[in-house]
Nanobody
Framework: QVQLAESGGGLVQAGGGLKLSCVAS????????MGWFRQTPGKDREFVAGLGRSGRSIDYGDFVRGRFTISRDTLNNTVHLQMNSLTPEDTATYFC????????????????????WGQGTRVTVSS
């Protein structure tokens, strides 16, 4: 089992930034990929960013447009998502997720490929 705990959400004005963190615990060895998704009521979860175990494979959702940066702190089993230039459209609950097994590039954007999810952290961007 893997447990994921997100933090760092909150209220920010448009144009501002937030840094989200996700701490993984439990059986974290050899997790192939860590991803961030977001969700608003009535909509499907949307892929935000993801990072492969080696750190060389990094993916972003199309809407990110250079505003977000994903990084990892391997020593502390933590993945960060630095979000800048936030807009009200970024308001959502942000979830950290991970899966197991062999990871293919197309898996990153598919929520059903992920096995473990955190509880989410709420991000609200005011105009």
């Amino acid at each position: 089992q893997v447990q994921l705990a997100e933090s760092g959400g909150g209220l920010v004005q448009a144009g501002g930034g937030l840094k989200l963190s996700c701490v993984a615990s439990g059986r974290t060895a050899n997790l192939p990929y860590m991803g961030w998704f977001r969700q608003t009521p009535g909509k499907d979860r949307e892929f935000v960013a993801g990072l492969g175990r080696s750190g060389r494979s990094i993916d972003y959702g199309d809407f990110v447009r250079g505003r977000f940066t994903i990084s990892r702190d391997t020593l502390n089993n933590t993945v960060h998502l630095q979000m800048n230039s936030l807009t009200p459209e970024d308001t959502a609950t942000y979830f950290c997720a991970t899966g197991t097994g062999t990871w293919f590039r197309g898996d990153s954007w598919n929520p059903s490929r992920y096995t473990y999810w955190g509880q989410g952290t709420r991000v609200t961007v005011s105009s």
